[in-house]
């Protein structure tokens, strides 16, 4: 039930729900003077007791646990009435303070009823089962291609023209680096942060040598994702190995996005806000693709481009899903959907079997 459960369920407040209700099966025992504030202490002792969906024991400490707790839970929970008993009006008025439709109206009803189940309040609980969270809305999902990317580099670069005085080179070249990451591996771009390998080999946890990637000798290319990333921020699903994904239009790839020379982005963020830590990464990648106007504003497009890249060169879809640290399901339901009609022509077109 469990397997079958991870499969489904997208979010983890989701998951545990489920959890409590079908697998652990706790007595509802009704305690209807608990206040919110009591509530919220004990959802909080059992989100830092319980080990993360890796499997992997929270640290108080850590910006990405920090920050999961906020999300799933804290950012509802700020809002309830603190010393007020428990009541489901309350509740509902800062689940109404979501959009209907959209996924943080979903999150937010989770989020309750995870702490009206935590507080064994069966009656909120069915109360919050009837309401719907059907998501209607949805972000725009962008798309490139790789002409376009191709051709937004070399502008950017400056090659065939000529760049404003004040244009970091080395910014500009680092960042495209991090981005054909992303295009070849197909990597998330907080991963591009956490790679192992990139000037020294690594050895994994069972004595596997994996050389490194600016390693003349190293044809294979292998990356290893490692659990964290130079910030110390957790990355979705680290401990992980990826392949280059190079489409048959472009066998040289890696020679013409110059792979090997690995120049990570060195920024850092100036506060230790949990949330800003975070987020740095993807939110620093997206201000320098609006910056420098890239054909897409989402770094997530160029690790969808890189899954397309993966189906053209005829790499099974298995192997795609685990090298991009997702299951294949999401391969298959949501990976497949995200191409431009361009992408959809080379694939008919020029994909080998």
């Not at 025992?29 to 504030?37: C, E, P």
């Not at 404003?164 to 990451?181: C, I, Q």
């Not at 987020?279 to 990648?285: D, L």
């Amino acid at each position: 039930k469990v397997a079958e459960a991870l499969k489904n369920f997208t979010s983890e407040v989701e998951f545990w729900s489920w959890y409590d209700k079908e697998i652990k099966q706790e007595s509802q025992l009704v305690d209807d003077q608990r206040t919110f504030i009591q509530a919220v202490i004990e959802v909080k002792r059992d989100f830092w007791d319980r080990p993360s969906r890796t499997k992997r024991k929270r640290d108080k400490s850590s910006p990405s646990d920090q920050s999961s707790w906020h999300r799933t839970y804290g950012c509802f929970y700020q809002h309830l009435p603190e010393y007020k008993t428990v009541k489901l009006a309350d509740i509902q008025k800062v689940i109404d303070m979501q959009k209907r439709g959209t996924r943080n109206y979903k999150y937010a009803v989770s989020a309750m009823k995870k702490l009206a189940r935590t507080i064994k309040r069966q009656d909120i609980l069915d109360a919050l089962d009837d309401v719907n969270v059907t998501q209607t809305e949805n972000a725009e999902l962008q798309t490139v291609t790789l002409e376009d990317f191709l051709k937004w580099r070399n502008k950017t670069l400056g090659i065939g023209g000529k760049l404003h005085g004040n244009s970091s080179l080395d910014t500009r070249k680092a960042w495209l680096w991090a981005f054909s990451m992303q295009i070849v591996y197909g990597l998330r771009i907080s991963e591009v942060f956490a790679i192992k390998n990139l000037t020294e080999p690594y050895v994994t946890s069972d004595g596997k040598p994996i050389l490194a990637l600016n390693d003349p000798n190293n044809t294979d290319n292998l990356l290893y994702i490692g659990e964290y990333t130079v910030l110390g921020t957790k990355v979705k699903t680290g401990k992980r190995l990826a392949r280059p994904m190079i489409p048959p239009k472009y066998p040289d790839l890696i020679e013409i996005l110059e792979i090997k020379n690995c120049l990570l982005p060195q920024n850092k963020p100036d506060g230790r806000n949990s949330e800003t830590v975070r987020k740095f990464y993807s939110v620093t990648a997206r201000k320098q693709l609006v910056k420098w106007n890239a054909p897409t504003t989402q770094t997530h497009a160029f690790r969808h481009l890189a899954n397309i890249n993966g189906i053209q060169a005829g790499i099974p879809q298995e192997v795609r899903a685990q090298s991009l640290g997702h299951t294949v399901q999401m391969n298959e339901s949501v990976y497949k959907k995200r191409q431009s009609t361009q992408t959809t022509i080379d694939l008919l077109l020029n994909s080998n079997s």
